[in-house]
């Protein structure tokens, strides 16, 4: 398996554009996680599906903020308006357990800039 | 409220000496903890867990961890460090009956040749 797989790995955009990431995660894990990663806040959980369906989005910061999982191979991070304090690198991350007694494999992430 | 310290933000060592990476760690019930790496530009890359069983666990790389439950603390160990093992590190805990995994603030290691 070639694990989980973030595209774009780098976003430059300017402020106000609508920015969509997206992940495809390991065939066969039921847990999907984005985190957002930034120098003074760490590792932020965004949002937390299983089996496709969304269990917690209290991490995302705003009604900016959207995030779909339509299938089990596919899911996407919208961010419309996008604004600079947004710019992070975002991660994806998938288990195929519902609890975490099993690591959770992680994408190579996007560096979003936004300008 | 579950959390995960990390108390030093860098540890410094001699390439060839021992290293060790401080976590600890406040949930309710036994926790499954673990350890990632980061190297630049990467995403964070397992290590090594602890789920049940022996309290000293071995991983990726020779590194390996001991689970304490009377300190609470699960550390990371290698017992000759190497250039290469320079990267941020991040300890992670998961409570039973959740589905979070809560993460440390890493640690940048640096080993010096």
């Known amino acids: 398996d070639a694990g989980v797989i973030q595209s774009p790995r780098h976003e430059v955009t300017e402020m106000g554009q609508e920015v969509t990431l997206r992940c495809k995660p390991i065939s066969g894990h039921n847990s999907l996680f984005w985190y957002r990663q930034t120098m003074m806040r760490g590792l932020e959980l965004l949002i937390y599906f299983n089996n496709n369906v969304p269990i917690d989005d209290s991490g995302m910061p705003e009604d900016r903020f959207s995030a779909k999982m339509p299938n089990a191979s596919f899911s996407t991070l919208k961010i419309q308006p996008s604004e600079p304090r947004d710019s992070a690198v975002y991660f994806c991350?998938?288990?195929?357990?519902?609890?975490?007694?099993?690591?959770?494999?992680f994408g190579q992430g996007t560096r979003l800039t936004v300008v | 409220a579950q959390s995960v310290a990390q108390p030093e933000d860098q540890v410094n060592v001699a390439e060839g000496n021992p290293l060790t990476v401080k976590c600890t760690y406040s949930v309710s019930g036994n926790p499954y903890l673990f350890w990632y790496v980061q190297y630049p530009n990467r995403g964070l890359q397992f290590l090594l867990k602890y789920i049940t069983g022996d309290n000293l666990v071995k991983g990726s790389y020779g590194f390996e961890a001991e689970f304490n439950k009377s300190q609470t603390s699960f550390h990371l160990k290698k017992p000759s460090a190497l250039v290469s093992d320079s990267a941020l590190y991040f300890c992670?805990?998961?409570?039973?009956?959740?589905?979070?995994?809560?993460f440390g603030t890493g640690t940048r290691l640096k080993v010096l040749a």
């Open positions: 992670a805990v998961g409570a039973r009956g959740t589905y979070k995994y809560i």
């Open positions: 991350a998938s288990s195929f357990s519902r609890q975490p007694n099993t690591e959770a494999f």
